[in-house]
Nanobody
């Protein structure tokens, strides 16, 4: 079965950190761009950060620049999202997605055309 599985979400206080993981099973992530998306209650899903399959180039949404870092470990078939200086407005369900030939910016700015989606992990930032 081909799937992506996210983990690492939870409850954290403002200013805290979390690291999300996205693991692929049934296929290798080597040839896919990977993106992290989030959806808060009552809001549309949005692209947070995406990373290319080839040269490691990345894209970050304006609201997370300087606070979040995306990385990939192809040997572990895993992509990470390190989230620092978390704010209450970062509260959302975070999803990862995989897509073949696409730039990170193109991937993050569109919700269509992604080959695989995970089921999501909840991140809650609250005191």
């Amino acid at each position: 079965q081909l799937q992506l599985v996210e983990s690492g979400g939870g409850l954290v206080q403002p200013g805290g950190s979390l690291r999300l993981s996205c693991v692929a099973s049934g296929f290798t992530l080597d040839y896919y761009a990977i993106g992290w998306f989030r959806q808060a209650p009552g809001k549309e899903r949005e692209g947070v950060s995406c990373i290319s399959s080839s040269d490691g180039s990345t894209y970050y949404g304006d609201s997370v620049k300087g606070r979040f870092t995306i990385s990939r470990d192809n040997a572990k078939n895993t992509v990470y999202l390190q989230m620092n200086s978390l704010k209450p407005e970062d509260t959302a369900v975070y999803y990862c997605a995989a897509e073949g030939i696409v730039t990170p910016q193109q991937m993050c700015l569109s919700l269509r055309g992604h080959d695989y989606w995970g089921q999501g992990t909840q991140v809650t930032v609250s005191s």
